[in-house]
């Protein structure tokens, strides 16, 4: 039994299908080029329409879906590995002062709360403008460093211990 795709293109454990790797269509993502992406000045404008001022209530909406997914997994026994991914530093600077901070706290709350694993990658030297190509999307040449870090995260998470204790690999 394999995770497959089905007649409907949905992937689940099945004996026939077809793999994801062989799914036909044309590819968007390449080893080692950028994906598809604005430059910094249309992109720092895009999170300034979005993020000034903050919309509370969709805020609010986004973390109360976030801690029944939390509460749900909790409830089955399923472990989870929660990353904060990376944004430049000048990405971070257009976000209303302390929401941010509110934000990695309420996350990183919700996650203890929950027995959830959370790892912050929004620090150096991921972060850092330099490693950006539109200030949220880090360069492709960081891109294997960037995941043998994460893969080290989740080898060390319950994430994998509970994997390896159900007898899979990851």
């Known amino acids: 039994m394999f995770e497959k795709y089905s007649d409907t293109l949905t992937l689940?454990?099945?004996?026939?299908?077809l793999f994801p790797e062989e799914a036909?269509?044309?590819?968007l993502v390449y080893p080692d080029l950028a994906i598809d992406h604005n430059?910094?000045?249309?992109?720092?404008?895009?999170y300034i329409r979005r993020y000034n001022p903050i919309d509370q209530t969709?805020?609010?909406?986004?973390?109360?879906?976030f801690e029944r997914f939390l509460q749900l997994a909790a409830?089955?026994?399923?472990s989870v590995l929660v990353v904060n991914m990376p944004i430049s530093t000048a990405n971070r600077g257009l976000i209303p002062p302390g929401f941010y901070d509110?934000?990695?706290?309420?996350?990183?709350?919700?996650?203890?709360?929950y027995g959830?694993?959370?790892s912050d990658f929004n620090v150096e030297p991921w972060c850092k403008d330099e490693n950006f190509v539109d200030s949220v999307h880090?360069?492709?040449q960081l891109s294997k460093a960037f995941m043998q870090d994460l893969a080290k995260t989740a080898t060390h998470s319950s994430v994998s211990l509970a994997a390896v204790h159900r007898g899979r690999n990851l």
């Open 39 to 46: 430059d910094w000045t249309k992109t720092n404008y895009e």
């Open 75 to 78: 409830s089955r026994h399923i």
């Open 116 to 118: 959830a694993d959370y």
């Open 138 to 140: 880090l360069k492709p």
């Open 24 to 27: 036909q269509g044309t590819p």
């Open 102 to 113: 509110k934000y990695v706290a309420t996350t990183r709350d919700m996650c203890q709360k």
């Open 12 to 17: 689940k454990r099945q004996k026939d299908g």
């Open 58 to 65: 969709k805020s609010q909406t986004q973390f109360a879906y």
